[in-house]
């Protein structure tokens, strides 16, 4: 099963990706902070975003809850380190690579899965959270790493991976959790 996983993700051309060690994630309080001074406008817009999403103690619980780990980046070109419109380029281009991968993953493996991205859900273009109701869509929303206070840097470092590419280059990761 995780051979022809890993076939497919071959094919996928992803940067960099690894089955990883789960119960050496690291979670910080400081990482869900970041979002909790709304640098990217969606902290309590959204329910995969804080204080949606739970708490970082509930997100470390369900993350732990799995025994396996895919670990998965893109690197992305830019003009240069100002780049906003070469940023919102290359995350929609890993949001599409992401579902590529959730895909495979769920192809290949059985029972419950978790998929943790980059950046906020954006399956609905106006959340049901600002109408304080459920999820339209809970099967396909999907919180990002640091909004389950993984501190996605360090962990990237600890299991091989690169976090900084190069200049003129952003790097997205995602993370997918399954059962064998």
Excluded at 60 to 76: A, I, Q, T, W
Excluded at 99 to 108: C, F, L, M, P, R
Aim: proline share 3%; net charge negative.
């Amino acid at each position: 099963m995780l051979k022809t996983l890993m076939q497919k993700l071959d094919e996928l051309e992803l940067n960099q990706y690894g089955l990883i060690d789960v119960q050496q994630i690291i979670f910080s309080d400081d990482v869900r902070k970041m979002c909790e001074m709304n640098s990217c406008g969606q902290y309590g817009k959204n329910w995969q975003c804080p204080p949606g999403v739970g708490s970082v103690e509930s997100r470390r619980e369900k993350v732990l809850s799995f025994p396996c780990g895919l670990l998965f980046n893109m690197v992305y070109p830019l003009e240069d380190s100002y780049d906003w419109e070469g940023m919102q380029a290359a995350g929609a281009d890993f949001k599409q690579k992401f579902e590529q991968v959730k895909d495979a993953v769920t192809a290949h493996v059985s029972g419950e899965t978790l998929f943790l991205g980059a950046g906020a859900c954006s399956v609905c273009q106006t959340c049901a959270y600002q109408e304080q109701k459920p999820c339209r869509f809970p099967e396909r929303a999907t919180a990002s790493m640091e909004a389950s206070g993984i501190d996605v840097y360090t962990i990237s470092g600890n299991f091989g991976f690169k976090y900084i590419n190069g200049v003129n280059t952003v790097t997205y990761f995602g993370l997918a959790l399954f059962h064998a």
